[in-house]
């Protein structure tokens, strides 16, 4: 199922010398099928369009649960009521502690007490020092502490941003933010569910517990993108899930849960919600656990745990470093007409429309692999026949309710008026811009939350033309040149923001206090990024 990640990437390098010939391409054909008669545009667009009514979803065995739709049919417009976007990042550390940490007294190293009385160690793939995942062995506790954390983050968002309801407010967390103690949160059995909190798992809990947090007539006019959620289950050689992991393989998922605010008095909650199951596996996605390294001996050693059992570590395998460098998005088709039935929609090509804007979203290595421009290009070379989400709400009403609407439309084409990014190492990577003639990328990054924005021009000699981007949140704007000399893009970096501590230093809730037991405190303290609002891109 799995391709050959040496392979994967010569075709990027391939794509990247070749991105300028591909955009002229892009263009032409955007022109050809601008000068088609409005019904064969119709018939290659196949526009599918889905009205939907809410209702509460019955009883299921599945690792979701969430609200059911009904199909049916209407047209929506392409115009919207936004003509300013404000994001508002936040930048919390999502990845491994540090097994050993330097005593700022005495500069000796030691160990880290976060990690103490875990069986979660293991080693990245690009570094010899152990790490470890953090998180509460009781899982449901574990995500309450989280959702507790992304709860206070948002509640702060509200506080510093705009009340313009013309500005759309983009709330952007991190990859990897909900992860638990072994590296992902486990898929239950039918019967472990039913057991365990009236019916509703781990993952179900987190998604149930977004959804309740965006059900709120302050948040209309809000975006949320909430970093990602690392799932595992045990599949037989058949693919299906078991509930004994002697002898058998993993099935991962790396998801990020996207939402509309809205008002539950008037909405139904009818294309709010979206899944964007990340691509590709990068070496950062997990630890190699202790139980796999060749020299386990001397890591026993170093840590001078003599309590530490290889029976007691749960800990997930490093799905990249045995050759699996794409995620199963197989086992998400699979899904796609149920969790739509359910209530969500799945983002599957990184590209959707919220309320007459395009956008594209894309989680870490993703991007740089160029999945949102690859995507445009290739449907426009093959006749424009993706179909993307598109969701919007009508200011009519119909007993009392929003006429909340999804329907799945063709790609835009002049690409997305903004871009997201949602990323744990990552950089915004001008080639891999999918952006319109004006469009802002915005990324949020969860290792680097305290390195300063900050770009650089032909530093890179195998990139001496290109920009680089640096920092843990980045705003970038694209800007198209075409002279009779030239055709170029200019990028402008955002530095127009604030930035504000989510938590006190000190007292019962100072910040190394509220990330306690699930996010480590050893890189830099969380806090909130508020942009100015800025114009959003014009695409007629």
């Keep these: 199922?799995?391709?050959?990640?040496?392979?994967?990437?010569?075709?990027?390098?391939?794509?990247?010398?070749?991105?300028?010939?591909?955009?002229?391409?892009?263009?032409?054909?955007?022109?050809?099928?601008?000068?088609?008669?409005?019904?064969?545009?119709?018939?290659?667009?196949?526009?599918i369009s889905l009205h939907a009514e809410y209702e509460e979803a019955g009883s299921f065995h599945s690792p979701f649960r969430f609200n059911a739709l009904k199909p049916s049919s209407y047209k929506s417009s392409s115009s919207s009521k936004y003509t300013k976007v404000q994001t508002l990042s936040f930048q919390i550390y999502t990845g491994g502690a540090p097994a050993f940490v330097v005593d700022e007294s005495t500069g000796e190293e030691e160990r880290n007490h976060e990690c103490e009385?875990?069986?979660?160690?293991?080693?990245?793939?690009?570094?010899?020092?152990?790490?470890?995942?953090?998180?509460?062995?009781?899982?449901?506790?574990?995500?309450?502490?989280?959702?507790?954390?992304?709860?206070?983050?948002?509640?702060?968002?509200?506080?510093?941003?705009?009340?313009?309801?013309?500005?759309?407010?983009?709330?952007?967390?991190?990859?990897?933010?909900?992860?638990?103690?072994?590296?992902?949160?486990?898929?239950?059995?039918?019967?472990?569910?039913?057991?365990k909190d009236g019916g509703c798992s781990?993952?179900?809990?987190?998604?149930?517990g977004l959804e309740m947090l965006v059900a709120d007539k302050r948040f209309e006019d809000w975006l949320f993108l909430f970093g990602t959620v690392i799932a595992s289950e045990v599949l037989d050689d058949d693919g299906n899930r078991v509930d004994d992991?002697?002898?058998?393989?993993?099935?991962?998922?790396?998801?990020?849960?996207?939402?509309?605010?809205?008002?539950?008095?008037?909405?139904?909650?009818?294309?709010?919600?979206?899944?964007?199951?990340?691509?590709?596996?990068?070496?950062?996605?997990?630890?190699?656990?202790?139980?796999?390294?060749?020299?386990?001996s001397m890591v026993m050693e170093l840590l001078e745990d003599k309590n530490h059992n290889h029976t007691d570590d749960q800990t997930v395998m490093n799905s990249h470093a045995n050759g699996e460098h794409m995620y199963d998005n197989e086992m998400w088709a699979q899904y796609k007409d149920e969790l739509s039935s359910l209530g969500y929609n799945m983002i599957e090509y990184g590209w959707f429309y919220m309320d007459g804007i395009s956008f594209?979203?894309?989680?870490?290595?993703?991007?740089?692999?160029?999945?949102?421009?690859?995507?445009?290009?290739?449907?426009?070379?093959?006749?424009?026949?993706?179909?993307?989400?598109?969701?919007?709400?009508?200011?009519?009403?119909?007993?009392?309710?929003a006429a909340d609407r999804v329907e799945w439309v063709g790609m835009p084409r002049r690409m997305a008026q903004i871009s997201l990014v949602s990323s744990a190492g990552m950089d915004v990577d001008v080639s891999s811009l999918a952006?319109?003639?004006?469009?802002?990328?915005?990324?949020?990054?969860?290792?680097?939350?305290?390195?300063?924005?900050?770009?650089?021009?032909?530093?890179?000699?195998?990139?001496?033309?290109?920009?680089?981007?640096?920092?843990?949140?980045?705003?970038?704007?694209?800007?198209?040149?075409?002279?009779?000399?030239?055709?170029?893009?200019?990028?402008?970096?955002?530095?127009?923001?604030?930035?504000?501590n989510l938590y006190p230093e000190s007292g019962h809730r100072s910040w190394k206090n509220m990330l306690s037991g699930v996010f480590s405190s050893t890189a830099y303290q969380p806090k909130l990024t508020l942009y100015d609002p800025v114009d959003i891109a014009l695409t007629s």
């Design 117 to 195: 009385g875990l069986h979660s160690y293991g080693r990245p793939e690009t570094s010899e020092k152990l790490q470890c995942y953090l998180g509460l062995e009781d899982t449901a506790e574990d995500v309450k502490r989280r959702l507790t954390i992304m709860q206070d983050a948002v509640e702060e968002a509200y506080t510093i941003s705009s009340k313009d309801d013309s500005t759309l407010k983009i709330f952007l967390a991190p990859e990897f933010f909900f992860r638990g103690v072994n590296g992902a949160f486990g898929f239950l059995s039918e019967e472990e569910e039913d057991k």
């Design 1 to 47: 199922r799995h391709h050959n990640q040496h392979h994967a990437l010569k075709v990027v390098d391939g794509v990247r010398r070749n991105v300028s010939w591909a955009l002229v391409l892009s263009g032409v054909c955007v022109l050809a099928v601008s000068l088609l008669t409005p019904s064969t545009r119709n018939r290659i667009n196949g526009t």
């Design 435 to 500: 952006l319109a003639d004006g469009g802002h990328m915005f990324l949020q990054d969860g290792l680097t939350g305290n390195v300063e924005p900050h770009s650089t021009y032909g530093q890179d000699d195998c990139k001496p033309n290109e920009y680089e981007f640096f920092g843990g949140s980045q705003c970038v704007k694209r800007t198209a040149v075409i002279s009779a000399t030239d055709v170029t893009f200019e990028y402008e970096l955002n530095k127009a923001f604030k930035e504000y």
């Design 360 to 401: 594209s979203v894309e989680i870490c290595l993703d991007h740089l692999v160029h999945r949102a421009l690859m995507t445009h290009m290739a449907d426009a070379v093959t006749g424009s026949k993706t179909l993307i989400p598109s969701s919007s709400s009508s200011s009519s009403a119909v007993r009392g309710h």
């Design 202 to 208: 781990d993952i179900c809990q987190v998604l149930r």
């Design 245 to 296: 992991d002697d002898g058998f393989d993993y099935q991962f998922y790396n998801f990020a849960p996207l939402y509309k605010g809205f008002d539950p008095a008037k909405s139904k909650r009818i294309g709010k919600n979206f899944i964007v199951p990340k691509r590709y596996v990068s070496n950062a996605d997990f630890l190699s656990p202790v139980r796999d390294l060749t020299n386990r």
